[in-house]
């Protein structure tokens, strides 16, 4: 009795340090480029039972969010212009900004607001967290299990990421569940497994619409146990081919159990949405019932096609090098960058000793305890198939989008301190436990020691080369640093900085002093001024790289950077002074009009009759971009 109580203490505790780390964190952070959106998207989901807003992303992360925020009693202005611009599909990826930074900034107080809608996301990376313990302990054994969850909760990825109002963790948890659910439906499951696993299928389907590639891990998996059995498949034919249709049977009927789901959730969260947009159905008496039950499904479809067409290839950067599309070792580069030491070499030594194991019990012992040999199958097929669509996928900008593999990652340690009490006899070993340890207790050591800073997060690997020379977007900097810029601005009693912040907002509700400013636009006006400028900005989102031959000071552990400018600024194109325009690079790889997209919802947001003349705008250029053609 004594030692479950010390197990679960210690889960408590590390569950409980992370809350701290990544709590913390958040609490001293601005607003995010994409939670300005997700958060007013979020409450007038609840509040309006209209999904017009945000439609590229599906509505259950951001309707858990934003539950604190209607309870507490958030105010939305329904009339505002903004609101009523987004009833367009195509106009509300410009209206979702505008609504959600005035509900942020303008209608309610910021500092606040955020924090409540990130209560929630917090809560959800704990119980992923928990799910990694529980799973971990299956696969391994209790110590396998605490080992998994040390990990976890000491990775910046999830320290930084996981409070923010985001699909990431949210799918991230979906995903595990899902993952491990699934041997079931090979097991002559009851219709409450079914229907629990077709839950927990709709969960993944309402948090991001990359959950579609589920499917390809039923097929990986499926084939899998083709190429290679698994000591509970049947060894005669016919009963193994009828344990392959009854799993195929039994994964259409959870898959048909989360269609319903998905459906009844936009059934509700849209009940007051008008369907003017479903125009397709033609007037008639009972036209406005059929659209109405058509609408959830209209929906969807739309958020799907609108999610492809913003997943799209981008420009990306990596290593010092800008590429004008993504590449296929973003991701390995930016997992080995961005994870802590510790963790990678834990993964190699779980790796050495499975292959020790194998040859010195000749393939007769298994790191993975009996019966569990199909959701270890299951774990480390999905994560083959979510890391090679991740090298394949040309949409390159955040480690974020690697969630889900890094949480397969660190279940895949699960079975190591199982290996090393079946290789007892090896001498190594008890060096081995004692290395595993040590490089367990260096997890949370690493991440105290960065604490607050985890997004700029990287290891020794990086060879103390900056941030903005290796990596790019929100692996640096996502707007989040403004408090620390208004920190620095007190600090030097300045009454006025130029900002090139790495965003879509008006950054003067934390940082009043703020000025827009360009850093490709230097002009000799700037001479002898403090500029802030995103780290995010220096070598991607912007060509700024001759800042840094000046004195300058580094923010937020390298997200941002103070920079003294020159009495002179050198002229565009010369040694020491900014770019040329045709050298000129923006945020996302995007310009609207040749013109910086800052600027674009700048205005928006300043004035909100601005935004029908730039969607006209924006109309007109697209249309004779397709002449051009």
Request: overall charge positive.
């Amino acid at each position: 009795m004594q030692q479950p109580r010390k197990v679960y203490a210690t889960v408590v505790l590390l569950l409980a340090l992370m809350a701290l780390l990544s709590g913390g964190a958040a609490r001293r952070e601005s607003v995010t480029i994409d939670e300005v959106a997700h958060i007013g998207a979020g409450v007038s989901y609840l509040q309006k039972l209209d999904l017009r807003m945000n439609e590229e992303h599906p509505p259950l992360a951001k309707v858990v969010a934003a539950l604190p925020l209607v309870l507490r009693g958030v105010h939305a202005d329904y009339s505002h212009l903004s609101w009523t611009f987004s009833a367009n599909i195509f106009q509300e990826f410009l209206g979702d900004y505008v609504f959600g930074h005035w509900l942020l900034i303008r209608w309610n107080d910021p500092y606040s607001t955020v924090w409540w809608a990130r209560v929630p996301m917090l809560l959800l990376t704990l119980l992923l967290g928990l799910a990694i313990y529980v799973f971990g302990s299956r696969l391994g054994d209790t110590w396998g299990g605490l080992l998994c969850l040390c990990v976890y909760v000491s990775m910046p990825a999830f320290l930084a990421f996981g409070p923010l109002v985001l699909t990431d963790v949210a799918i991230a948890l979906f995903w595990v569940l899902a993952v491990w659910q699934l041997p079931e439906m090979w097991r002559s499951p009851s219709r409450g497994t079914v229907v629990k696993f077709g839950l927990t299928l709709a969960g993944a389907f309402l948090s991001k619409f990359s959950s579609g590639l589920l499917f390809f891990v039923f097929i990986g998996f499926a084939l899998s146990l083709r190429w290679c059995a698994v000591p509970e498949q049947p060894t005669e034919k016919a009963a193994r081919r009828a344990w392959r249709r009854r799993a195929w049977r039994n994964l259409a009927k959870a898959t048909l159990w989360a269609a319903l789901f998905v459906y009844l959730f936009y059934f509700v969260f849209s009940w007051h949405q008008p369907t003017d947009s479903f125009s397709i159905i033609p007037h008639f008496p009972a036209s406005l019932f059929l659209r109405r039950l058509l609408m959830p499904l209209w929906l969807y479809l739309q958020g799907l096609i609108l999610f492809a067409l913003s997943a799209g290839s981008r420009p990306t950067y990596i290593l010092g090098h800008a590429y004008s599309h993504g590449v296929w070792f973003y991701f390995p580069v930016l997992f080995v960058l961005k994870s802590p030491l510790a963790f990678l070499l834990l993964l190699l030594l779980a790796a050495a000793i499975a292959i020790l194991l194998k040859r010195r019990s000749a393939g007769q012992l298994s790191a993975i305890p009996s019966g569990m040999e199909l959701h270890w199958r299951a774990v480390w097929v999905s994560l083959v198939v979510f890391v090679a669509v991740c090298m394949l996928n040309r949409l390159d900008i955040s480690i974020r989008h690697f969630s889900i593999a890094l949480a397969l990652l660190v279940l895949l340690l699960a079975p190591l301190p199982r290996m090393f009490q079946s290789l007892s006899n090896w001498r190594g070993a008890r060096a081995g436990v004692w290395v595993t340890i040590a490089l367990a207790a260096a997890s949370p050591i690493t991440a105290v020691w960065a604490y607050p800073n985890y997004f700029p997060f990287l290891n020794v690997l990086s060879m103390g080369r900056p941030g903005y020379l290796l990596v790019n977007d929100s692996n640096l900097d996502w707007n989040h640093a403004l408090p620390e810029v208004e920190s620095f601005v007190q600090q030097r009693g300045l009454n006025q900085v130029l900002l090139d912040e790495y965003g879509f907002s008006d950054p003067t509700a934390y940082v009043p002093q703020a000025q827009f400013w360009s850093c490709q636009e230097a002009s000799p006006a700037d001479g002898g001024r403090w500029a802030v400028v995103s780290a995010s900005s220096i070598a991607d989102g912007h060509n700024c790289l001759w800042l840094m031959h000046y004195p300058h000071q580094v923010l937020a552990g390298g997200s941002m950077y103070a920079i003294q400018l020159p009495a002179v600024i050198p002229a565009a194109g010369t040694p020491g002074g900014p770019p040329l325009p045709g050298a000129y690079r923006y945020l996302g790889g995007f310009s609207f009009f040749g013109d910086d997209p800052r600027l674009m919802f700048l205005r928006c947001i300043r004035d909100p009759q601005q935004l029908q003349p730039t969607m006209d705008r924006m109309q007109v250029t697209v249309q004779a971009d397709q002449k051009k053609k």
